[in-house]
């Protein structure tokens, strides 16, 4: 190439301007960019309300939510909290000085289950009424004394007396064993058994005492009492036996004159008792025929 095409082709490169590179977002792009900006932050703004208003609503604080507290020992519910789902807990109790009220539509049921799953103890209080399931229950006092035990062998009061107030009294199926049966003051003391036979039974003795009454035993058919080794003794300043029929002698006829009003008590080889007009010897021999 020639001095001349050399220095022609650089004057033509110096009288063109140089190109310039725009680098961006231009027309409606960049008007949806900001309209999504805005929209974005309209969308935060929103949220931010909503999130205010709920920590207001609900009472988010930093110890907890409304009437939920969080505390070193736990939860604290204050005022009246329900649960729509079963509650797992290792203690409920209410506030120092405060009562504690479980209430339920239906039932509340305290269960005692093992690591099986399987139903230990329960405790169910419904509409029908109370019931308890388990191996054992007791009752005891303030100060730890026995009140009440109930297991599959035997039932246990433990409290000095054991009233009861039914009219009808109490009504046992089976044996009853106790070191003393008494009625309240004023009040009488009836044993009965209106299909079956009534036995008492003591190894060292039974004693009846009415201290202030009488003592009645009443019978459909026979009394009977017997001591084995001992006696029976009737210790009164009058003993009268009622209704006691009265021996003749089989040949003997209508008396005269007045009627005689002295009477002599004869016993029976069987045992009965009966009366004997009383003569100058014993007349028991001789008006026997009641022992026929």
């Known amino acids: 190439m020639t001095q001349e095409q050399c220095s022609h082709r650089n004057n033509v490169q110096s009288s063109e301007k140089p190109q310039v590179y725009k680098v961006g977002i231009y027309g409606w792009r960049k008007r949806c960019l900001y309209f999504f900006v805005l929209l974005l932050m309209i969308l935060i703004l929103i949220n931010l309300a909503l999130t205010i208003w709920i920590l207001k609503v609900m009472n988010f604080t930093i110890d907890g939510m409304g009437n939920l507290r969080i505390t070193e020992k736990g939860l604290k519910l204050e005022g009246d909290s329900e649960f729509l789902q079963p509650l797992y807990a290792k203690e409920i109790r209410s506030s120092p000085g405060r009562p504690l009220f479980l209430q339920s539509s239906r039932n509340v049921s305290v269960n005692i289950v093992n690591s099986n799953n399987q139903l230990l103890t329960q405790l169910v209080t419904g509409s029908s009424g109370f019931k308890a399931r388990g191996k054992m229950f007791e009752v005891k006092s303030t100060s730890g004394k026995l009140l009440f035990s109930a297991d599959e062998q035997e039932v246990v009061v433990g409290a000095e007396r054991l009233r009861v107030m039914g009219a009808e009294g109490a009504v046992f199926s089976k044996s009853v064993e106790t070191p003393h049966v008494r009625a309240e003051p004023f009040k009488e003391l009836r044993l009965e058994s209106p299909t079956r036979s009534l036995l008492m039974e003591a190894p060292k003795g039974i004693q009846i005492l009415a201290e202030a009454g009488d003592i009645q035993a009443i019978c459909r058919n026979e009394l ?69």
């Not at 084995?228 to 089989?250: F, N, S, T, V």
């Not at 010897?281 to 009641?290: L, R």
């Open 224 to 292: 009977r009492l017997e001591s084995k080794d001992g006696e029976i003794a009737l210790d009164a300043q009058r003993i009268r036996l009622m209704r006691l029929p009265e021996g003749k002698a089989p040949s003997s006829s209508s008396s005269s004159g007045t009627r005689q009003t002295v009477y002599e008590v004869c016993v029976c080889p069987n045992g009965r008792l009966f009366l004997s007009l009383a003569g100058t010897g014993s007349t028991c021999q001789i008006n026997n025929n009641v022992c026929l």
